[in-house]
């Protein structure tokens, strides 16, 4: 899915089925974004590495940026697609959406409440 970072679209992938959430109180889905590797001296998460093929979207080298991941709550979710904000995009095939999944785990910038939700969710 696209979403809007800064001011331009970046391909978000949807890590589970929605499922409920009781700390939020409704159906939620785990989320984290794709985003650029910039060339030394700015940083990137090693976990997962996207490269173009790995998507339709995806042009030149990105990683999955794990210390953004969020849970989104699914009704919000519905009304942002509905007014044009989120934008739905193919999936990814399955062998690169597990790399994304075993991502979280690898990983040091995965934030423990995400690792949580992951772990109980996502497996």
């Known amino acids: 899915?696209?979403?809007?970072?800064?001011g331009s679209n970046h391909l978000h992938i949807i890590?589970?089925?929605?499922v409920y959430y009781a700390i939020n109180g409704c159906d939620c889905i785990l989320v984290v974004n794709i985003t650029t590797i910039?060339?030394?001296p700015v940083h990137h998460d090693p976990a997962c590495i996207l490269r173009s093929g790995d998507?339709?979207?995806i042009r030149h080298?990105?990683?999955?940026?794990?210390?953004?991941?969020?849970?989104?709550k699914v009704p919000n979710v519905i009304s942002r697609q509905?007014?044009?904000e989120l934008?739905?995009?193919?999936d990814m095939s399955e062998a690169t959406f597990q790399r994304v999944l075993d991502g979280f785990g690898i990983s040091d910038f995965t934030h423990p409440?995400?690792?949580k939700f992951y772990r109980n969710y996502c497996i």
């Open 55 to 57: 998507h339709d979207f």
């Open 1 to 6: 899915m696209l979403a809007p970072v800064g």
């Open 61 to 72: 080298d990105s990683y999955v940026y794990y210390a953004d991941a969020i849970i989104w």
């Open 113 to 115: 409440r995400i690792l």
């Open 82 to 84: 509905q007014s044009g």
């Open 15 to 18: 890590c589970n089925d929605p």
């Open 87 to 90: 934008i739905p995009r193919a």
């Open 38 to 40: 910039y060339p030394p």
